[in-house]
């Protein structure tokens, strides 16, 4: 596997930071090197969130991702201050409550319905990172099911067990079904 660049994007208080530390922290329980930062706008709740990863076989020298191989946005303002100059084979997967910019024409984009099913399938919208990092997982394969569980149970509230975990199929689905 070559490096793998993640941005994740969208609105502070939708859960990306934690998102991005989840993916990070399987890679790590399956042995792999990583990197994660994470910044957010100076709004309390509700401002621009960025979190980024690499995820490598290989040691990783330079932790600042310049050119992200992977993008997701949840929101229309994150997915226009982002998606940007993207190489036209990096994946971008949207909510798709979003519309594509015409920027991204040429790229893989991959729209999902992942604020949806967070509140009508899990039943909680605030479970949407968590079917975000199903998704991922499932699309760019980082690590088994086995290891991502794991990370998300190391970082969840206890009990919110059962609830995560719905979530965390959820998206797994989502993609599956592509």
């Given at each position: 596997m070559n490096n793998q660049c993640l941005r994740l994007t969208g609105s502070?208080?939708?859960?990306v930071i934690l998102?991005?530390?989840?993916?990070?922290?399987?890679?790590?329980?399956?042995?792999k090197y990583t990197a994660q930062s994470q910044s957010?706008?100076?709004?309390?709740?509700?401002?621009?969130?960025?979190?980024?990863?690499?995820?490598?076989?290989?040691?990783?020298?330079?932790?600042?991702?310049?050119?992200?191989?992977?993008?997701?946005?949840?929101?229309?303002?994150?997915?226009?201050?982002?998606?940007?100059?993207?190489?036209?084979?990096?994946?971008?997967?949207?909510?798709?409550?979003?519309?594509?910019p015409e920027s991204l024409s040429q790229n893989k984009v991959c729209a999902l319905p992942i604020l949806r099913t967070a509140k009508e399938e899990v039943g909680k919208a605030m479970t949407a990172n968590i079917v975000a990092?199903?998704?991922?997982?499932?699309?760019?394969?980082?690590?088994?099911e086995e290891h991502i569980k794991e990370a998300v149970l190391l970082h969840i509230p206890k009990g919110t067990e059962e609830l995560n975990q719905k979530a965390l199929l959820a998206g797994e689905r989502l993609a599956k079904n592509l």
């Amino acid at each position: 596997m070559n490096n793998q660049c993640l941005r994740l994007t969208g609105s502070d208080g939708q859960g990306v930071i934690l998102a991005s530390v989840i993916l990070a922290e399987a890679a790590v329980i399956a042995g792999k090197y990583t990197a994660q930062s994470q910044s957010y706008g100076p709004e309390a709740r509700g401002g621009s969130c960025k979190a980024e990863c690499i995820i490598s076989d290989n040691e990783i020298g330079f932790t600042k991702i310049v050119h992200p191989t992977f993008l997701m946005a949840l929101t229309q303002k994150a997915l226009e201050q982002y998606a940007v100059n993207l190489p036209k084979d990096d994946l971008v997967l949207i909510d798709d409550s979003l519309t594509v910019p015409e920027s991204l024409s040429q790229n893989k984009v991959c729209a999902l319905p992942i604020l949806r099913t967070a509140k009508e399938e899990v039943g909680k919208a605030m479970t949407a990172n968590i079917v975000a990092v199903g998704v991922i997982n499932a699309l760019l394969g980082i690590v088994d099911e086995e290891h991502i569980k794991e990370a998300v149970l190391l970082h969840i509230p206890k009990g919110t067990e059962e609830l995560n975990q719905k979530a965390l199929l959820a998206g797994e689905r989502l993609a599956k079904n592509l």
